[in-house]
Structure formats: structure tokens, C-alpha cells
């Protein structure tokens, strides 16, 4: 079973504009969410994160967002950037025998068009 | 600090054969994680170590992988005999007191 979804394996946007992607979970035992960015032939690099207690939290040109109702979360970069272009994970934490346990979803791919 | 070491970067192999991934951990990381990146799951937690003991294995998909974390500075994922399905990237991550985890570059193993 997959706890943490990202439903759109793709995603294009015109440079400038805002780019969105979202991201859902099922397990609502976590407690921390994280977004990593990933470049071809390099690991996944941290991006931005949000803990649970939190609504928001912004870094720059990125946003995380997240509705604990709703188990969702999103991630706006604004404006979009070429160098934006990369794979995003979403990923979702909790602590599990003294370790953070993280779990992640399938990945966007994100194009900025110039 | 030079970040999480893996090695290979690269590895092609023929099936049966055994395959043996590398990991340094940044010193002073106590937690040291290894996944698995396909297209169908995106990034896979196939086994972690919490000071060097291993926490969780239930990632792990066959009891042809293996993993070891003999001391704090190095892990090894072992996978004996590799099948043609087991080609993906595989990375290592490793975490301190927070939430972040730190990924080496990734070995790309290819079971022919």
C-alpha cells in the first residue's frame, strides 16, 4: 500500500509562473513532511519541510502548505525557474524505534518551459 | 565534509551473479538508510540502521537482499543471486537528530 501518493507523474510550467505540486498521505501517525528535489545521476537533495503543528511554511521562492484534514499536501514555487526543473518527492516522517522513518511518494517530474 | 560516499556508481552484472553496494555515512549521522528508486514506486525504503543495528527490514523484497552495517562509518546492501528485475538505482541516506536525511549519489545496478 502506498501511504504516500503523488498523483501527477508530470507537470509543465511556463518560466514565471507558479508552479504546484501536491502530494497526499494516508497514515496520519506523521508528523513531519519534507519535499526533496531530485537532479538526473544525484540523490535526492532536502528542500523545504513542514511539521505537523504548521499550516505553512515558506523558504524564498517555495512554499509548503499542508491541510492535516484533508491528509494533503502541496508545494508552490513561485515564480518558476529553468533550474527548477527536476523530480520532486514528497516524503513523510515518523519516529519509529528511535529513528525517523521516512516514507515517499513516487515522484513529480517538473518541466519550466522557458 | 564530503557528504555520503556510495560505490559503485555504476554496476552492470549478469543474472545469478552477486552484487555487493557500498555506503559511507557523513560522521556523526547515527541513522543510516538504504532505497531503492523505481519508476512504478518512486524511492523505496528497503531497510534502515539506527546505531548501526537494523531497525526495519520489512522493505526488504526477497531474502535475496542483505544488508550489514558492521560499524558507524559503513554498510553494505548485498544481493545474492541478482535478478534482471532487481536493475534500479539504489541510495543510501543518512540521518542525524533531525527530520533531513543526506543522500549519497546513487549506485545504478544493471542485471543483465
Known amino acids: 500500500d502506498q501511504q504516500v501518493k503523488q498523483n501527477s507523474p508530470s507537470l509543465s510550467v511556463q518560466e514565471g509562473r507558479i508552479s504546484i505540486l501536491n502530494c497526499d498521505y494516508t497514515n496520519s501517525m506523521f508528523d513531519y513532511f519534507l519535499w526533496y528535489k531530485k537532479y538526473p545521476a544525484e540523490g535526492p537533495t532536502f528542500l523545504i519541510s513542514i511539521s505537523s503543528i504548521k499550516d505553512k511554511n515558506e523558504d524564498g521562492r517555495f512554499t509548503v502548505f499542508l491541510n492535516k484534514s484533508a491528509k494533503h499536501l502541496s508545494l508552490h514555487i513561485v515564480p518558476s525557474q529553468p533550474g527548477d526543473s527536476a523530480v520532486y518527492f514528497c516524503a513523510a516522517s515518523a519516529l519509529y524505534q528511535g529513528a525517523q522513518k521516512l516514507v515517499f511518494g513516487q515522484g513529480t517530474r517538473l518541466t519550466i518551459n522557458p | 565534509d564530503a557528504g555520503v560516499i556510495q560505490s559503485p556508481r555504476h554496476e552492470v552484472t549478469e543474472m545469478g551473479q552477486e552484487v555487493t553496494l557500498r555506503c559511507k555515512p557523513i560522521?556523526?549521522?547515527?541513522?543510516l538508510f538504504w532505497y531503492r528508486q523505481t519508476m512504478m514506486r518512486g524511492l523505496e525504503l528497503l531497510i534502515y540502521f539506527n546505531n548501526n543495528v537494523p531497525i526495519d527490514d520489512s522493505g526488504m523484497p526477497e531474502d535475496r537482499f542483505s544488508a550489514k552495517m558492521p560499524n558507524a562509518s559503513f554498510s553494505t546492501l548485498k544481493i545474492q543471486p541478482s535478478e534482471p528485475r532487481d536493475s534500479a538505482v539504489y541510495f543510501c541516506?543518512?540521518?542525524?537528530?533531525?527530520?533531513?536525511?543526506?543522500f549519497g549519489p546513487g549506485t545504478r545496478l544493471t542485471v543483465l
Open positions: 541516506g543518512t540521518g542525524g537528530d533531525f527530520d533531513e536525511q543526506f
Open positions: 560522521s556523526g549521522h547515527n541513522s
